[in-house]
């Protein structure tokens, strides 16, 4: 069993940045693909960006493609999504998902097994 702890979210202005983590605790992160996943009141879950196990492979949303990064450090067992130039649309609540079927990108959101509890994103404008 995998445990997801989020934390970095906040309120911000837009333009900002902001640097989200997610730290695991049950078992080593290593071997799974990573994700992150955000949600607003009454739409599903939206799929944000996925990393591969090794940290070799990335996979973003054209939403935030090109402002967002992913990425994450086996060591500390933390995946990480530093958010830059967040626009209002961005406000949301964070989620990080892990993958356990050994899957090198997720882009689906069901498709993965482990979910943290959410960290609230708010950009102003």
């Known amino acids: 069993q995998v445990q997801l702890v989020e934390s970095g979210g906040g309120l911000v202005q837009a333009g900002g940045s902001l640097r989200l983590s997610c730290a695991a605790s049950?078992?080593?992160?290593?071997?799974?693909?990573m994700g992150w996943v955000r949600q607003t009141p009454g739409k599903e879950r939206e799929f944000v960006a996925s990393i591969s196990w090794s940290g070799g492979s990335k996979y973003y949303a054209d939403s935030v493609k090109g402002r967002f990064t992913i990425s994450r450090d086996n060591a500390k067992n933390t995946v990480y999504l530093q958010m830059n130039s967040l626009r209002p649309e961005d406000t949301a609540v964070y989620y990080c998902?892990?993958?356990?079927?050994?899957?090198?990108?997720?882009?689906?959101?069901?498709?993965?097994?482990?979910w943290g509890q959410g960290t609230q994103v708010t950009v102003s404008s």
């Open positions: 049950g078992r080593t992160l290593s071997s799974y693909a």
């Open positions: 998902a892990a993958d356990g079927s050994l899957h090198t990108i997720v882009t689906i959101t069901t498709e993965y097994d482990y």
